[in-house]
């Protein structure tokens, strides 16, 4: 049994992570008339869907675009294009003609986690440090010590950051979800953002990838239409970030810098690093959620996110509506 004493009131569901999956679940689940809370420990909604700006440089540090496949999601995006906080990039580039039509976000990819946030009772910078329940009831503490009581919990977390918090309330799961998760696995993403002193001599649309070598990706902001004065994201490759992840990001950002230079030709003024350990999931389950409920006695409880769905934008809100649709079975 838990302490609720901070608890003030019961609502419906507690959403845990204001990334697409948790934003767009929350909002399926408000639209069927559910009292909901969506909380994140980051100081704004978004998740991996990250900007950042560095003097007058502004640089998308996560995801860099979205796709579209389903019917529902390429309508959504039709709505962010309406709202005017989405737009095509580009539907192909040298080496890979006519591919999907690339979406990226209006200033920047943030916009979009920001536009699905509007009307939601959305809590930043409020980490939840562990979970329990009763037979009826969820407890999710934060770690500003308050709880927060609910009739059902959606966790939208990457699933390693999700079986830490399942652990820490004793959470036990049927061993076929167990197994479920422990098939999950990320792989980790150096990201080096890098104000230029003159624009980047990637050719238009401002995107490169690559299939060997340290990097996989650069982006030049510029060209994009994300910053004022000329800036890149590189973003290096699975290999590189695992290798480098823990190690002193300044100099591995320069041999990320080094590698970028034939590319790039401008030179470096300023950069910083930043590292996505749970950058995008390599094994994904086989549904788009978890009802982590299924054969316990728990509350409801389901797990969405890009590891159940497709490790990209798309998968994630595919996976939170997925969850929305589900829990909407139980309250
Ligand atoms: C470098 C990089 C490049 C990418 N490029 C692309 C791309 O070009 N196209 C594409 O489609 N996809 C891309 N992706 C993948 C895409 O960003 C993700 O698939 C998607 O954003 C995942 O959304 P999500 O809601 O599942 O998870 P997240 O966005 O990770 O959201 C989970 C949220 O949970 C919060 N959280 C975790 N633990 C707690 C806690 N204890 N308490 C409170 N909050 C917590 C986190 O702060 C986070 O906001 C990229 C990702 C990265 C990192």
Known sequence: MNDDSGSKQIIDVLIIGAGLAGLAAASDLKSQGRNVIVVDKG???????????????????????????????????????????????YSSFPGHPNSHARYRGVPTMTAIAKNLAVGLDVRCSNQVTSISSDESFWFTLLENGDTIKSRALIVTSPVPQTKTLLAAGNIQLSSHNKQ?????????????MAILDMPSALTPPGALMLNEGPIAWITDNQQKGVSAIPSVTIHASGD?????????SNASGGLLIKAAKPFIKAEVKEFQVHGWRYSKPVNIDTKPCMIANEDTDLPPIILAGDAFDGPRVEGAVLSGWAAAEALLCYI
């Open 180 to 192: 479920r998760l422990d098939h999950i696995t990320y792989e980790s993403c150096l990201s080096v």
């Open 240 to 248: 590189f970030s695992s290798r480098y992840f823990n190690e002193d």
């Open 43 to 89: 100081r704004g909604p978004g998740g991996r869907l990250a900007s950042r700006h560095i003097a007058n440089a502004s640089f998308d540090n996560g995801a860099q675009f979205m796709t579209t496949r389903h019917p529902r999601f390429l309508s959504q995006v039709q709505q962010w294009i309406e709202a005017g906080v989405a737009e095509k990039w």
